[in-house]
């Protein structure tokens, strides 16, 4: 019998689930078997793994004997329907959802940061919010050189991290919008996403932020073993197809010139320092789209501030890979 594990891929045929599929096979991560699962609507459809066309099941909380390890991404109420049935059946989830991040008994891992983490776990691992985990790619080499203390954030961020079918909505209100036909009611995001942007990503709390914005807050601080992080956040969505992009201000206890930034950037895992203004080099969603490293540049000193204690900088990274998919691979590389 071939050796390998086992895996399961919940959410196969979702804009997360089919990179993880691509991802695992990419990074020749050893498979001994794949089941692909999705919902009801979804039997009858194939996705192909290694050259091969395998068929999609329907998610039952039977689907998980004999499965080795589970990647999750279908969505936190799945998640939580179906997660425990994985872990009774001896699986590692490793779960991409919201449902169970801020769990104190629950790792949440960047392995780029927090690798030792995942030994803590009992059968589920979480996956961070895919700002956030660009976020920290770009910024924990600098917190762990000069001590991050505060960081405000605006972010711009992707059709398809609302899924396949958000990324449906901006090609089709497009093309209408340029063949000049009436646009149909937005039904996945929000609003009219085609030429337009806005500050709305996941539901609105009390406090007047968005779900979405505090988790780069909580989530920031757990991953980074930073609890007493300071983070403000402004949340939007902009017509690109894919790939994430921020704009940060970070406060530091310790000063940093953004030489010094450029140096330890240029050496931190999983970034890629493009900054060269000059020549037209900065971090773009089209370029990060496909690519595995978080792109970080428009390094600079922060000159609202009398001191050297503040930097500004922007990064672009593909949500759907670093963001989710290559990260959970990422993580089960590690187990
Ligand atoms: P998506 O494109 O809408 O895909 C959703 C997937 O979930 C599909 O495979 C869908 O199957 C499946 N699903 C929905 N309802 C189901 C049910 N009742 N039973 C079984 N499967 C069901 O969404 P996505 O963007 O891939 O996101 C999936 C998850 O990853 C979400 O929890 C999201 O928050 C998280 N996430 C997304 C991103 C991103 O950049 N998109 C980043 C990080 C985390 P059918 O095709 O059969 O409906
Ligand atoms: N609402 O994984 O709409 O927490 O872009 C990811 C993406 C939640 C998450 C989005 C969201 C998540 C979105």
């Known amino acids: 019998m071939a050796s390998g594990y086992n895996v399961a891929v919940v959410g196969a045929t979702g804009a997360v689930g089919m990179e993880m599929i691509e ?4 990074r020749n991560f050893p498979v001994k078997s794949i089941r692909l699962l999705a919902s009801s609507r979804s039997v009858g459809k194939k996705l192909k793994f290694k050259g091969e066309q395998l068929p999609v099941e ?22 939580k329907e179906f997660a425990a049935a994985a872990v009774a059946d001896g699986a590692v989830v490793i779960d991409n959802s919201s449902a169970f ?20 776990h009992k059968g589920i691992i979480a996956n961070p919010n895919c700002s956030t985990i660009i976020m920290v ?40 919008l340029l063949g ?41 601080r757990k991953i980074m073993h930073h609890p007493t992080l300071r983070v403000s ?42 900054d060269d203004p000059a020549n037209k080099l900065y971090p773009m969603p089209i370029d990060a789209s496909g690519k595995y490293d978080c792109i970080v540049g428009r390094i600079r000193q ?19 890979l670093k963001g989710a998919a290559l990260n959970a691979v990422q993580i089960a590389e590690i187990l």
Not at 309 to 315: N, P, S
Request: proline share 6%.
């Open 302 to 320: 922060d000159c609202s501030r009398d001191d050297k204690k503040g930097l500004d900088i922007f990064v672009s990274g593909d949500q759907l």
């Open 137 to 176: 790619v770009a910024v924990y080499p600098l917190h762990k050189a000069k001590k991050l203390v505060r960081l405000v954030a605006a972010t711009y961020q992707a059709a398809s991290g609302a899924g396949a079918k958000a990324m449906t909505e901006l090609e089709e209100q497009s093309r209408f």
């Open 23 to 26: 991802t695992l096979d990419k």
């Open 233 to 274: 956040c402004t949340c939007v969505r902009v017509p690109v197809m894919r790939a994430h992009s921020e704009a940060l201000n970070l406060e530091f206890e310790e000063e940093v010139t953004p030489e010094e930034a450029r140096k330890i950037l240029s050496q931190a895992p999983g970034v890629e320092l493009k």
């Open 180 to 220: 000049g036909k009436p646009l149909v009611k937005p039904e996945v995001l929000p609003q009219r996403i085609a030429f337009n942007l806005f500050p709305h990503i996941d539901a609105f709390l009390e406090n007047g932020y968005t779900k979405e914005e505090m988790k780069m807050l909580n989530e920031g």
């Open 58 to 79: 329907e998610l039952t909380d039977k689907s998980f004997k004999g499965i080795d390890i589970a990647l999750f991404s279908a969505g936190a109420s799945r998640s």
């Open 101 to 120: 991040r801020m769990d104190p008994e629950i790792p949440l891992v960047v392995p780029e940061v927090n690798p030792q983490d995942v030994k803590k």
